[in-house]
DNA sequence: GCAAAAGTGTTCGTACTACACCCATGG
DNA sequence: CCATGGGTGTAGTACGAACACTTTTGC
């Protein structure tokens, strides 16, 4: 008996911005269809390993460029996820710098736009199901993994990196004890520059030195950030 | 275009006994053909969520029982993996407690074993690779999640159990501090009976609480055991 | 000189580490 | 009585948690 199965990549792709969360949503209009939001992604071709379906359906339906992208997990348990077709989709998880991502303009054919978390709506299929297994891997590997830097700008003020962690956690950090637990692991270098800000003492910019973090890696180091 | 790719399920199940770390595999025996070991697992019908399609190929090519499975990861970036047609394969994680499984008996068209993780030979297709991102998956669960039950009878001893994790993590563990650890968590509850020994003072069984640790986890409880 | 955000140290308590001896049984 | 594995306590240390004032700039 044939295999009537189709196998889509579908993304969730996050970014950071003042203080909020946000996730890139698409809406095809096809007519007569009711165009709700989706998850950026489709079928995967027959000689297309994953990882390249999911970039290009990125690249064709948004045209952001991702700081970090991994395998989250595989929707196949609900044999009509899609109404129309058994689909079984890969999902992925993307960060991105929303700094300096131009999103492609809205078409007659499609809208792309970002969406807060807690504004997101109704999305098409599984979709919400999808989106939350997502948020629950961020909140997750953001304890024990540097990937907050993969949604800020190479570049970033120590209160950018603090708030992200306030924002995704939703925990009240102490600005002290985490300042010091990061630089102790000394992962990040302050800059000679200075940010220009409208109010306030003038704040140094920070990088994330990615070499020197694979390196420790190697010898055995875990990043780890953890709050009572 | 229609699309070609045929999906599959793959599981890798281990066991434990005797300070040693087992998977199951089997090997099909068609003629002709050189007749690699592989993990259980094959084609998922067309109806079927992915998980009953795991459940089905364990019943049908070994009989095991399984205490835990999740979805491991979905293999599907060398398009060649299996040399006949593009198969994606989503593989599952399964543990189960090796003492009590009596798993199927070799047919002239099939084998069922078990291998201790240093013997296991070249298997079929890519399933090298899916055996060693288990393997990884196991060590990393054993320390934030109470898995390691799972492995064992539901009444074990503590020496069992502190063995099962020298020999999965490779480690050495000392035993008053993970005994001490164990029981802080107050998810392990004493049985009031012995086991019978060959020799040397008789141990009491002891028993995981699930309950207890779902109530916990549900008020934020984290298992952790971590090692120097 | 005031508002606004950046930068910085110390104390306390808890939890991990290291470590060695006695106990109960079978033969 | 001896071999075998089971069971237990303590002292030192290191790390996380709590906590508030000074500094630099723009207006």
Redesign the pocket.
């Known amino acids: 008996m044939e295999q009537k199965i189709k196998l889509a990549v579908d993304a969730v792709v996050f970014g950071y911005q003042n203080s909020n969360l946000y996730v890139l949503l698409i809406q095809q209009k096809f007519d007569g269809q009711q165009p709700y939001w989706a998850l950026p992604g489709g079928l995967v071709q027959s000689n297309e390993p994953l990882i390249e379906a999911v970039k290009r359906e990125l690249k064709e339906e948004t045209n952001v460029s991702v700081n970090y992208l991994e395998q989250l997990y595989t929707f196949g348990d609900d044999v009509n996820r899609d109404s129309r077709n058994r689909v079984v989709s890969v999902a992925y998880f993307a960060l991105i710098d929303a700094s300096k991502t131009i999103i492609k303009a809205d078409t007659d054919a499609e809208n792309v736009q970002w969406f807060t978390i807690s504004a997101v709506p109704q999305l098409a299929f599984d979709h919400n199901l999808i989106l939350t297994a997502a948020i629950t891997r961020l909140k997750a590997k953001l304890t024990y993994q540097p990937i907050g830097f993969d949604l800020l700008p190479a570049e970033f003020?120590?209160?950018d990196l603090e708030n992200l962690y306030c924002t995704i956690l939703e925990k009240e950090i102490?600005?002290?004890?985490f300042?010091?637990?990061i630089l102790s692991f000394g992962i990040i270098e302050e800059t000679d520059k200075l940010a220009d800000?409208?109010?306030?003492?003038?704040?140094?910019l920070f990088r994330f030195n990615k070499q020197k973090y694979d390196a420790m890696v190697k010898e055995g180091f875990y990043f780890?950030i953890?709050?009572?």
Not at 174 to 177: A, F, M, Q, V
Not at 197 to 204: D, N
Request: hydrophobic letters at 25%.
């Open positions: 003020l120590f209160s102490d600005r002290r004890n300042r010091k637990k800000k409208k109010s306030g003492r003038p704040a140094k780890e953890r709050f009572a």
